[in-house]
């Protein structure tokens, strides 16, 4: 069973950061892709960015590219998203998901992920 936990949201002003992180546990996850997703109140889920475990190629959406990073720590089994120059319209629960699919990063930007966590919410205010 694969579980995801994230943290690290909360409330920060416009042009401030964030680093979240989504912790990994119930398999190896070599041959995984995993990414965040974000969804804002009454509006549909958004995909935010995917990483590739094995290689650690990356592919971001329009909207957080040059803002956005994702990282991860492969002896923790944790995956970061760096957020910097917050913009109000940010303001989301934040999603991390795990595929064993494990394609490309960008397919992620049309098609989701097999597992994922909670959510945890980030307020940027203006």
């Known amino acids: 069973q694969v579980q995801l936990v994230e943290s690290g949201g909360g409330l920060v002003q416009a042009g401030g950061s964030l680093r979240l992180s989504c912790t990994a546990s119930g398999r190896r996850f070599g041959s995984y892709a995993m990414g965040w997703f974000r969804q804002a109140p009454g509006k549909g889920r958004e995909f935010v960015g995917a990483?590739?475990?094995?290689?650690?190629?990356?592919y971001y959406a329009d909207s957080v590219k040059g803002r956005f990073t994702i990282s991860r720590d492969n002896a923790k089994n944790t995956m970061y998203l760096q957020m910097n120059s917050l913009k109000p319209e940010d303001t989301a629960v934040y999603s991390c998901?795990?595929?064993?699919?494990?394609?490309?990063?960008?397919?992620?930007?049309?098609?989701?992920?097999?597992?994922w966590g909670e959510g945890t919410q980030v307020t940027v205010s203006s």
């Open positions: 998901a795990a595929d064993p699919q494990g394609y490309t990063p960008s397919t992620y930007s049309r098609y989701g992920m097999r597992y």
């Open positions: 990483i590739k475990w094995s290689d650690g190629s990356t």
